[in-house]
Nanobody, 126 residues
Framework: QVQLVESGGGLVQAGGSLRLSCAAS????????MGWFRQAPGKEREIVAT????????YYADSVKGRFTISRDDAKNSVYLQMSSLITEDTAVYFC???????????????????WGQGTQVTVSS
């Protein structure tokens, strides 16, 4: 079974930066799309960014476009989310996820992802 473990969350002031990491194991990492999602208290889990297998195609939610960057390092079985110019609205638990579509582009909804990490907390203070 696929296991995903996020790290890198923490407390940061508005305008600062954080880099989230997700380490994957359990099956061939390179063949599957990956995504980052987040969930704030009282809200549904929402998409943040996705990256296709091979890292050639990416998608960003409008709320983070221009501020966040998703990338993957297949040699390390890892996916990253570089977050810059953070605002208080970015406060949430961030999850990485893996799609079950081999050699596919990443779906843009959470229903398109089969495996999920436990999440890492990001808190942005004003």
């Amino acid at each position: 079974q696929v296991q995903l473990v996020e790290s890198g969350g923490g407390l940061v002031q508005a305008g600062g930066s954080l880099r989230l990491s997700c380490a994957a194991s359990g099956r061939t990492f390179t063949e599957y799309p990956m995504g980052w999602f987040r969930q704030a208290p009282g809200k549904e889990r929402e998409i943040v960014a996705t990256v296709s297998w091979g890292g050639t195609r990416t998608y960003y939610a409008d709320s983070v476009k221009g501020r966040f960057t998703i990338s993957r390092d297949d040699a390390k079985n890892s996916v990253y989310l570089q977050m810059s110019s953070l605002i208080t609205e970015d406060t949430a638990v961030y999850f990485c996820a893996q799609s079950n579509v081999r050699f596919g582009s990443s779906p843009r909804s959470r229903d398109g992802y089969t495996y999920w990490g436990q999440g890492t907390q990001v808190t942005v203070s004003s």
